[in-house]
């Protein structure tokens, strides 16, 4: 891991006012929109062939006075492939530019987690040290942060045989190595019937299914709850909650609305949805719901700054499922933006906007924190 002291030798060489930088994917829009309201210049590295969102149809028009009049994006810099924004000439120039990294899942995706860990000098706006625990096959992930906290996760099966009831097999998609080869199953039996099925249609690779995580299915609607730490507040202001997302999945969505018959009327292959994310929606709770929903995030901060010093900084979700009882049941954690924040785009949101007092998003937020920690001669507290 690269030593803090490495990154705020960067700092001290960076102009007055940085650049807020993000990977051309996922939530890029929201940080760059957030980082153009609050007065930054904004700059989105997409791989070529991926430029046309960010450098035409959203690029950032602006007045004569430098006010932006249309857009949020100012530069776009493509590359033959993501991972190559990691080269030592590409570091370089983002250096030499004062950029400011905000990570999302398309940069942990694909660069790398050891080359960002260890490589990659330039100042991440959020917990360089976290990104990994989001790899389930890893001996450290977000399961060990999470029972470490005393969160409440989906019951274990550690050996298929073992399975009794309705149960989710957790696992990446063969092709789409950013989204999921999921399936549920009821029984050992179907286990391997949709297991042989999936790999037989590409769907999954024998390596992942050896290393895959079967945990009893939770029966409820999915909340992903956005949340936000600040280390430069008082610990008890630190945590806010921003907004709550939930997300639309293909084939799975499209399946659900069809009634039992016409499900039925499906090829066996079309019976077994995939959980590729394609869009989310926005979500409101139960306020008596908020007391737990601020003790997960209370328990997850605390923990992380324990296990993974300082701890978590900046935005994160704890994606879950609210049992028959309304209990949040944790099942999946983004250490970093999350990538349903998109739906707070330029509105904000209710939980954000009740608390900044104003329109407040994800993007905005990471934005607004840089802008503060500016301000205050502390930005290296909340930069790794």
């Known amino acids: 891991m690269l030593e803090h002291s490495e990154i705020l030798d960067v700092l001290s060489e960076y102009p007055p006012t940085p ?14 929109d957030g980082a153009v309201t609050e007065g930054f210049r904004t700059l989105v590295l997409a791989q070529h062939g991926r430029e046309g969102t960010y450098g035409r149809y959203y690029r950032t028009r602006r007045d004569a006075a430098g006010r932006v009049v249309r857009g949020c994006v ?15 000439s590409a570091q370089e120039k983002l250096r030499a530019k004062g950029a400011l990294l905000v990570p999302n899942r398309a940069l942990s995706s694909y660069v790398p987690l050891p080359v960002i860990e260890s490589e990659l000098r330039v100042p991440i706006v959020g917990s360089r040290s976290m990104l990994r625990i989001e790899e389930r096959t890893e001996r450290e992930n977000y399961y060990t942060l999470l029972e470490a906290a005393g969160i409440p996760t989906p019951e274990r099966i550690t050996d298929p ?32 019937r949709k297991s042989r099925e999936l790999l037989e249609r590409g769907t999954i690779l024998p390596d992942d299914l050896a290393a895959a995580r ?13 949340f936000f730490f ?16 939930e997300r639309r999945e293909s084939s799975l969505d499209g399946l659900v609305r069809l009634p039992a018959a016409q499900q039925l009327e499906l090829s066996q292959a079309g019976r077994i949805p995939e959980y590729t994310v394609v869009g989310h929606g926005t979500l ?3 306020e008596s719901i908020l007391e737990d ?64 007092r104003e329109p407040m998003s994800s993007g905005r937020r990471v934005a607004r924190e840089i802008r503060i920690a500016l301000d205050d001669g502390r930005l290296g507290e909340i930069v790794t």
Not at 74 to 88: M, N, Q, R, T
């Open 19 to 32: 650049v807020v930088a993000a990977v051309g994917s996922h939530s890029a829009l929201d940080i760059a």
């Open 74 to 88: 100012d530069e776009v810099w493509g590359y033959p492939k993501f991972s190559d924004l990691a080269h030592v």
């Open 161 to 192: 045989k073992q399975i009794d009831g309705l149960s989710i097999v957790k696992l990446p998609h063969a092709k789409k190595r950013l989204e999921r080869g999921f399936f549920t199953v009821a029984s050992f039996e179907e286990y391997g």
């Open 214 to 226: 079967i945990e009893r299915y939770v029966l409820g609607p999915v909340f992903n709850f956005n």
């Open 230 to 245: 600040s280390p430069l507040v008082p610990r008890d202001d630190g945590l806010e909650l921003l907004g709550v997302d």
């Open 284 to 286: 409101t709770v139960r």
């Open 293 to 356: 929903v601020f003790h997960l995030g209370e328990k997850f901060v605390n923990a992380s700054q324990g296990r993974y010093p300082p701890g978590i900084l900046g935005p994160f979700c704890l994606q879950t499922c609210l049992d028959k009882d309304g209990r949040p049941i944790v099942f999946d954690v983004a250490a970093r933006i999350g990538g349903g924040t998109n739906i707070h785009l330029g509105l904000g949101h209710p939980y954000g906007n009740a608390l900044w």
